[in-house]
């Protein structure tokens, strides 16, 4: 007996990231960019925070 596929063979997985950057950082959505263990995620979004007048850190969120 022929043994079974049980799942097709795929090079897409689905997962969720999240790192902070610099604000000076450019990262436009759809980018490819590896992650600090070595994995590597596209870009959705990158979204700049900015405390305004409050003494908190402006940054990158992607």
Not at 22 to 41: F, H, Q, Y
Request: net charge positive; aromatic share 10%; proline share 10%.
């Amino acid at each position: 007996m022929a043994p079974q596929r049980l799942w097709a063979a795929s090079s897409t997985s689905t997962s969720s990231s999240t790192f902070y950057a610099s604000p000076s950082v450019r990262c436009p959505a759809r980018w490819r960019v590896t992650l600090p263990d070595g994995r590597w995620t596209t870009v959705i979004a990158a979204l700049t925070r900015d405390g305004g007048s409050l003494p908190t850190p402006d940054y990158l969120e992607v």
